[in-house]
């Protein structure tokens, strides 16, 4: 186990971080406190991670410091993304283009920590990362659920995804598509 004991200044950042190697850190899970570590100093810890972790599979961390990272990764596979404000439009709250070049390999992704609005906004974020991301196999969106919804929208929503015209969301034979709790959307893709 790694324990950050102070925080390197400048002048000192290179030489404290070009000892360490973390080769067999497979999942990290970032949870700063806010009042505690300013951003860039988050964001350059990330980058770090990223950059000495050479088995990273598995990553949770908040957007806002992931969208300011340069440093990519190649091995991550699955990424759990916080979000800290609802989404009316989760295609300008989230730069799937972006995260591509971070995190190019993702095979799951999920969203937690706020809400992404169920509407047409979401079924082109849907599609935008399906295209984006040809070895998706799982996406989940709002997990775990808070908000209640009418199962007529959960139909809505299905339909919509299916109607996209994406040979990858033609159909149930294609993908599998559930609402397993309240808002909570996940998609299987094959």
Known sequence: MFVFQAFPQK?????????????????????????????SERVYIIEQILHLSPRL???????NDLRLCSQSNRNVKHLRLQLYKRCEDPNLCIDINYLFQLLPRLSCLETCGSNIALNDNLIRFILKIVETFDQL????????????IQPEIAKIIEQAIFNTGHKRLL???????TFPRRNELRIWLS
């Open 137 to 148: 196999v799982q996406l989940m969106i709002n997990r775990p659920g808070y908000i209640p």
């Open 57 to 63: 599979s598995h990553l949770t961390v908040e957007w």
């Open 171 to 177: 159909n149930s034979k294609t993908c599998q598509i």
């Open 11 to 39: 002048n000192d950042s290179i030489s404290v971080w070009s000892h360490l190697c973390f080769s067999s850190l497979r999942s990290v899970i970032f949870a700063f406190d806010n009042d505690v570590i300013i951003r």
